[in-house]
């Protein structure tokens, strides 16, 4: 059963577990000025899917609706404007390359970059992930969504596990969908006659130079200068654990609010992979332990409920 529904009226939707015939009381939700949406029966239960939204910069102010088109340059302000908002797969922002060049504004439109989450189809900038729409400048755009599969990129560095030898390549799990290959001339200093040591099991960190949807994943462990750089073998004694893409990213930028309470806690060393894996020792093992729990316990609280989480902590109350 599929039913078309009119995008202007005001609906009402009866969640049908919470009806009670008895007391004659509907909890309703209500969507007012909604897109039109597609209501489909699944075994009893009740969804609404978007078809699609179109997000336009406004030819003029008095407008009352949200399509209306984008002069030059007006794809980087919508853009803008929709900052910090969520959105989802299917939203399109829409440039007119026939709409009038303003004399006073730049000549040529800001050329916009798109990063994770936003993909150019000629005129047309849609969004393919479910997220909040980020900015840096001067004009790169991504999508922050919160993810646990990993889709290997080329120049991230990663936590392997090494799974098995083959001939003068190690396989290693990154968590994605196909194991990546490590050379054993991949290491710093290494040669015929000096192999590293690397044993089934070991964790290595390593950074993507192939990561190609056609071909096989490659890792190295040296960067371009043929430094090791903090990659290679380790964890010996510590704890590898797993959390969110989103919570490895806000680990790894500069200046993290998560990272520097933990600094306040306890020394310890921490290993962050863009995969979503993060290797973490401290001077105990209960240290260690509580350090993992924080941090998986990061991905789901507001920085109120962390803050609180980690004063509990330091007083020693947990």
């Known amino acids: 059963m599929v039913i078309l529904l009119d995008p202007t009226a005001h609906l009402k939707l009866i969640s049908w577990r919470s009806f009670d015939p008895l007391n004659e009381r509907d909890l309703t939700e209500s969507f007012i000025r909604v897109d039109p949406l597609v209501l489909r029966s699944a075994r009893g239960r009740c969804r609404f899917l978007p078809v699609c939204r179109t997000y336009i910069a406004p030819a003029d102010s008095s407008s009352s609706t ?21 959105l989802v797969p299917g939203d399109e922002f829409s440039f007119q390359a026939d709409d009038t060049i303003s004399l006073s504004g730049p000549a040529k439109p800001e050329k916009v970059v798109c990063g994770p989450g936003l993909r150019r189809s000629g005129d047309r900038l849609l969004v393919s992930k479910s997220g909040v729409l980020r900015h840096k400048q001067p004009n790169v755009f991504w999508i922050d969504s919160q993810q646990r599969r990993y889709v290997p990129a080329k120049g991230e560095t990663v936590i ?46 390593a950074q993507f130079i192939i990561a190609n949807k056609d071909m096989e994943p490659e890792l190295v462990c040296m960067d371009s200068s043929g430094r090791a750089n903090g990659m290679g073998v380790f964890g010996g004694g510590g704890l590898l654990f797993t959390v969110s893409l989103g919570l490895v990213r806000r680990l790894l930028s500069p200046h993290n609010e998560v990272r520097a309470d933990l600094e306040q806690l306890f020394p310890c060393e921490l290993v962050v992979g863009m995969n979503g894996r993060v290797w973490t020792r401290a001077s105990t093992v209960q240290q260690t332990l509580i350090i993992a729990n924080l941090l998986q316990s990061c991905d789901t609280m507001t920085s109120q409920q962390r803050q609180q989480l980690f004063r509990r902590v330091q007083q020693g109350a947990l």
């Open 160 to 205: 392997g596990i090494v799974t098995a030898k083959s001939g003068d390549v190690f396989k290693v799990d990154v968590g994605g969908s196909e194991q990546a290959s490590l050379s054993y001339l991949a290491f710093e200093g290494a040669t015929k006659r000096n192999r590293p040591n690397v044993q089934v099991g070991d964790l290595v960190f």
């Open 66 to 86: 949200r399509r209306s088109r984008c002069g030059t340059g007006g794809m980087f302000s919508c853009l803008k404007d929709k900052v910090g908002e969520v």
